[in-house]
């Protein structure tokens, strides 16, 4: 069991690029969640996504981001038009059913905006 | 000693002493709480976690405790370890519902050999 995977572990984007980040959850599990940090700070809850479905999207940003989680393949979280502000670390964590019992996370995504 | 600033707080302890790091979380209604530890350039790892209907819990040299009066958590480390230096937070969850983690501020161990 490979774990939570995501890529790339580091990314660069010019202001005004989109960035994508994926995430594969663990084998088996079917709930997924993108968390950010920022420096010196603690996670932030972005988005909780089950297969096909938003689940809580109420710590995402209203533009420039959207986040899904497909039937087949990897959850993705998608930054458009990135600014300077967006460089963090994205963690996204997964688990086997609802609730925190279980949460693993992968070692996330670093953005770094240029 | 323990400092807060504009960073995270950090707490420095001699090597072979326990650490005890101390959390406030937010919600009552919060029933489900998880200490997570975080080395540089790496996601959370889980530590131990606890349930509302306990006040104490231990693992292999980590206790949790509860205090659901004053809505306080803490991590208690024994003979701690350079290996134990990173970050650490708590997070607060209501396991019964479709709410995610919700993660405290972090306090950064700083081990010293």
């Known amino acids: 069991n490979a774990g939570v995977m995501q890529n790339p572990r580091h990314l660069v984007r010019r202001r005004g690029q989109e960035a994508r980040l994926r995430c594969s959850p663990m084998?088996?599990?079917?709930?997924v969640y993108w968390y950010r940090q920022l420096p010196e700070e603690g996670l932030k809850f972005m988005v909780y996504?089950?297969?096909?479905?938003?689940?809580?999207e109420s710590g995402m940003p209203k533009e420039r981001f959207s986040a899904e989680f497909p039937k087949e393949g990897p959850s993705i979280l998608r930054i458009q038009q990135v600014v300077r502000g967006d460089s963090a670390a994205y963690f996204c964590?997964?688990?086997?059913?609802?609730?925190?019992?279980?949460?693993?996370f992968g070692s996330g995504t670093r953005l770094t905006v240029v | 000693g323990e400092s807060v600033g504009l960073h995270l707080p950090t707490l420095s302890v001699q090597e072979g002493d326990n650490s005890i790091i101390n959390c406030a979380y937010s919600?009552?209604?919060?029933?489900?709480f998880i200490w997570y530890k975080q080395e540089s350039g790496k996601g959370p790892q889980f530590i131990i976690d606890?349930?509302?209907?306990?006040d104490k819990r231990q693992g292999q040299r980590v206790t949790v405790l509860l205090n659901k009066t004053v809505k306080h958590l803490s991590l208690q480390i024994a003979a701690t370890q350079p290996g134990d230096s990173a970050v650490y937070f708590c997070?607060?969850?209501?396991?019964?519902?479709?709410?995610?983690?919700?993660f405290g501020k972090g306090t950064r161990l700083s081990v010293i050999a």
């Open positions: 084998k088996g599990h079917s709930h």
């Open positions: 606890i349930r509302s209907n306990m």
């Open positions: 964590a997964s688990s086997q059913r609802t609730g925190a019992h279980g949460y693993t």
């Open positions: 996504l089950q297969k096909e479905n938003i689940i809580d």
């Open positions: 919600n009552s209604a919060s029933d489900y």
């Open positions: 997070a607060e969850n209501i396991n019964s519902g479709n709410t995610p983690l919700v």
